[in-house]
């Protein structure tokens, strides 16, 4: 990792729709905290269809060189041929893990209280592989790749996360009663490891009865992991993500051995609410923070966390995506205020 001086720094690919003005948030909030990064900016967007494969490149190498990076996401337009860019970068980086962690926020309203889910997707393959071709008019073949070097890699990252955050509980989802072969490697593989790791409880559930199970009754899935394929996990996600209040909120991990790359949960570009002071930074912080802790740089996290926690709950600012009528400004501004405000008791000790 590319670390001068004491300072890290880190590649921000601020995408399109809120992402740019989401990240000039982060970058206030990072100065008042005094966080030992500094950005390097990777301008990748939709809308730069001339150089498009160089400025992929340079992002690419910057992540390389910085070893993370902070995303909002890029636009894919439907029409647009290309392999989305948000997907290339996964599976160019080889992260193979996204990790969303679903808990509830006490004062934001939401179907379900108290929820605190783990979810565990594989990040690079299955309905992901880019793969669709049209063999004659009228039909089109479009493949799931499922090998068994990856899904035993996402199925030892889950149990070991489990092991790691004391999770108590291991939920393979999976449709192998249809997709016999793809997903029943997915199924044997999770089956055949929960050996290993007598100490989490382990249970499979059907994608469609999870589907139900986790809006009728999430907490069941309490303390534990929803471990999945790659299209499963994206649905999945979003539910609990929705369960627990919004796109606004959530932030998503994408891990691979080597890189990192920190963005919100749900992966939205929020192309109608940019530029109207409206959007909920929190994702976004969240994302930031989830990346702070990643470099070890966990005091900055928290300091950071526990700002906006009290702005959401405490001092209840709400922006107009979980009911309130606060401006993105108006959270950043309590967010920095109770920064100052921490850093200043903390002086006087
Ligand atoms: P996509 O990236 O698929 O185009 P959208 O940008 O349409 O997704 O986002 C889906 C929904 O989530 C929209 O209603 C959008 O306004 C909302 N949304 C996404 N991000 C945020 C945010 N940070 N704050 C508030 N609402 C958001
Ligand atoms: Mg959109």
Do not use: W
Not at 8 to 30: C, W
Not at 40 to 57: G, N, V
Not at 101 to 114: K, Y
Not at 277 to 285: H, L
């Amino acid at each position: 990792m590319a670390r001068y001086g004491g300072r890290q720094t880190v590649t921000v690919l601020p995408g399109d729709g809120i992402g740019p003005e989401m990240f000039s948030h982060v970058q206030k909030v990072f100065d008042t905290a005094t966080v030992p990064v500094d950005f390097e900016m990777a301008p990748l967007r939709a809308d730069l269809t001339i150089k498009r494969d160089e400025d992929f490149e340079n992002a690419i190498i910057s992540i390389q060189r910085n070893g993370v990076a902070l995303k909002g996401n890029i636009e894919t337009k439907l029409e647009d041929p290309h392999i989305p860019r948000n997907m290339e970068l996964r599976s160019r980086l080889k992260l193979f893990a996204n990790i969303v962690h679903c808990v509830s926020i006490p004062t934001v309203p939401s179907r379900h209280n108290d929820l605190d889910i783990v979810m565990i997707r594989e990040n690079t393959e299955g309905e992901y592989s880019g793969l669709e071709h049209s063999p004659q008019p009228g039909v089109v073949e479009s493949l799931k790749i499922a090998t068994k070097v990856k899904i035993e890699q996402i199925v030892r990252f889950a149990f070991d996360y489990a092991v790691k955050y004391n999770r108590t509980k291991v939920t393979a989802v999976h449709k192998a009663n249809i997709q016999k072969l793809g997903d029943g490697l997915f199924l044997k593989i999770a089956t055949e490891m929960k050996e290993q790791y007598p100490q989490i409880q382990f249970q499979s559930m059907i994608v469609d009865n999870a589907s139900m199970q986790l809006v009728s009754r999430p907490q069941q899935f309490n303390g534990g992991i929803m471990l999945m394929p790659n299209l499963y996990g994206n649905i999945i996600s979003n539910i609990a993500c929705g369960l627990v209040g919004g796109p606004g909120l959530v932030s998503g991990m994408n891990i691979g051995e080597k890189y990192a790359i920190f963005e919100t949960a749900t992966r939205n570009t929020g192309t109608a609410i940019s530029g109207k002071n409206i959007a909920n930074p929190t994702a976004f912080f969240r994302a930031s923070c989830d990346m702070l802790r990643y470099l070890g740089l966990d005091n900055y996290a928290n300091f950071i966390s526990d700002a906006l926690f009290i702005a959401l709950t405490e001092q209840g600012v709400h922006t107009k995506d979980i009911g309130g009528t606060a401006k993105t400004s108006d959270l950043v501004e309590a967010v920095i205020k109770n920064i100052n405000a921490e850093m200043k008791k903390q002086k006087h000790i």
